[in-house]
């Protein structure tokens, strides 16, 4: 069958939730036996968001091949259960650099390169990338940016351009936007969803669908009112109410009867029966009051949640199947350093430090991971996290306080965290670290080969220093463990104490591949080893195969 495409446009405000609504979509397809992916077009000017503060973007997810991407592709690999690659996260930094390199290579023979057609030409050429490259029958396209910006007009044109070039019958647009609430006369009001609309037919997209997001129920008369006034299907007018369970979008998205209407709009016949029992029960669960576990996220991101996204949504699903309810606490590491909550973080019942960047809060970190140690409280360390673990043993046995990684100390008499020999010479910033799949060899009798009940698994990284080996045999003997190596057994991907109940740190990124209906084994190992220190009644799963 020809390739369907649906297009996801936001309008009024951004953060209404385009993403979620763009993977509920997604699993919903899937569901129906289809072969979906997911591309997301980001119309600023970096690269990828690889460089960018977490403050301004939230979290990097990675992907396989290692493409440092946009935090949506979490929430469509999650959703969907997909592994995605690079041309499902496009940026206009990328376009313009492609275009620009066959510029200067003179590949346009002496025209004149513009927007319109060397720009759009260029979207449309990465656009049909997704399916060449993974398969999908139908490919969901994310525009980020709200529609009325400048920056997203060449992703909207390019859409926009689609439709004429593959066919009405295999195009749609959905346009997610949002209902304010007066509170003074207790109304939602559809005024600026009708703007929206008229602002993106202006550039030539009708849309086929609407998407209205609201933290307050919408009646039967606003849905008529906004399929009048935008041009849609009464059926096609979607209020999609707030929900605090994440995980129900897409029961949400169905019950709206979404699933049908893109089904005949598409002309697609599904292709298996709707089975949701597993996403029902998952969602009752999230709701079912069960007892608390207490875990602390030491980080120095953490105003902003969606710095750690994956991290929170990994510890939740491997919560959800212990069948206990999380209580993450949020503990900023420089607070750490200057005294405040240390003894606090003694009474919680797990301690997590993930991945991070740069010498702000350092300290702080380390201080967590010696708390975990002495007061035995399970301890996973992500990444930067794992690294601070290995630098508050090192100072533990080593007895010399300025151990360290040389990311933060050049200088240190003991290194015990240093670059990998083929990173010394590298002095560009972006997608230059040891990024995406990488194997890991377990090493039998240990927490995380436990854990995983496998030999070999393969896992996520973003990072550029290692375990500088030199310390390796001296660790063992004085109680570090080295439970996961790369296969030649020359990198360490995996350290764990021995007296211990559970402080595992990991090289790589395990919180990227955990699925709301199957939690990485490492986070399902540790929150378990969390609930017997809290003392609570969880279930004992069977193992989690990934
Ligand atoms: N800054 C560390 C490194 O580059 C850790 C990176 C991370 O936590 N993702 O190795």
């Not at 953060?15 to 119309?43: C, E, I, N």
């Not at 991945?355 to 140690?373: D, L, P, Q, V, Y």
């Not at 740190?505 to 591949?513: A, I, K, R």
């Amino acid at each position: 069958m020809a390739t369907k495409y649906i297009f996801f446009t936001g309008g009024v405000v951004s953060s209404v939730g385009k993403g979620v609504t763009a993977a509920a979509v997604g699993r919903l397809l899937k569901d129906l036996g289809f072969q979906v992916a997911v591309q997301k077009l980001d119309p600023y000017i970096n690269v990828d968001p690889g460089t960018m503060s977490p403050y301004q973007h939230g979290e990097v997810f990675v992907l396989d091949d290692g493409a440092e991407t946009d935090l949506d592709l979490g929430h469509y690999e999650r959703f969907i259960d997909v592994r995605l690659n690079k041309v499902c996260n496009i940026t206009t930094g990328q376009v313009y650099a492609e275009v620009i390199g066959k510029e200067r290579r003179g590949d346009y023979l002496g025209g004149t390169i513009q927007v319109i057609p060397h720009i759009t030409n260029e979207i449309k050429r990465r656009i049909a990338m997704v399916s060449k490259t993974t398969g999908a029958e139908i490919v969901l396209i994310e525009v980020g940016g709200t529609v009325g910006d400048i920056e997203s007009l060449p992703f909207l044109e390019a859409i926009r351009q689609v439709r004429t070039e593959v066919g009405r019958e295999n195009t749609m647009y959905v346009h997610v936007t949002w209902l304010p609430y007066i509170g003074a006369t207790g109304e939602l009001k559809t005024k600026p969803t009708q703007h929206s609309v008229r602002e993106l037919r202006s550039i030539g997209i009708s849309p086929d669908m609407i998407v209205a997001r609201s933290d307050y129920p919408v009646d039967e008369s606003l849905r008529e009112k906004i399929a009048v006034f935008c041009d849609v299907d009464k059926r096609a007018v979607v209020p999609m109410v707030t929900t605090p369970v994440l995980y129900e979008v897409p029961l949400l998205v169905q019950k709206a009867g979404v699933g049908e209407y893109i089904v005949q709009r598409l002309g697609l016949q599904p292709r298996q029966q709707l089975n949701w029992q597993e996403w029902e029960n998952l969602v009752e669960e999230v709701k079912r009051p069960k007892p608390a576990i207490k875990v602390a996220l030491v980080g120095k991101y953490v105003e902003l949640h969606d710095a750690y996204i994956s991290v929170r949504e990994a510890l939740k699903h491997a919560a959800l199947h212990a069948g206990v309810e999380l209580e993450l606490s949020w503990v900023h590491s420089a607070e750490l350093e200057k005294g405040r909550g240390l003894d606090e973080l003694k009474h919680v019942d797990g301690i997590i430090v993930p991945g991070g960047f740069g010498s702000r809060g350092i300290e702080g970190k380390i201080m967590a991971a010696r708390t975990a140690r002495t007061e035995k409280i399970p301890y996973l360390g992500l990444c930067l996290g794992m690294q601070l673990m290995v630098v508050d043993f090192a100072r533990a046995v080593l007895g010399d306080e300025s151990a360290n990684s040389t990311e933060f100390d050049r200088a240190t008499g003991n290194p015990v965290i240093d670059l990998m020999p083929e990173q010394n010479a590298i002095t560009d910033m972006g997608g230059t670290m040891r990024l995406g799949l990488y194997p890991c060899k377990l090493q039998p009798g240990t927490i995380a080969a436990k854990a995983y009940g496998e030999d070999l698994v393969q896992e996520r990284h973003r990072h550029r220093f290692e375990f500088n080996n030199t310390y390796r045999k001296q660790f063992e003997d004085l109680g570090m463990r080295f439970s996961g190596l790369s296969p030649d057994g020359r990198l360490v991907e995996i350290a764990e104490l021995s007296d211990h109940p559970f402080m595992v740190g990991t090289q790589f990124h395990p919180e990227f591949l955990s699925r709301p209906n199957r939690p990485h084994p490492i986070f399902q190992a540790y929150i378990n080893a969390v609930c017997e220190r809290a003392g609570v009644e969880y279930h004992k799963p069977k193992a989690a195969k990934k």
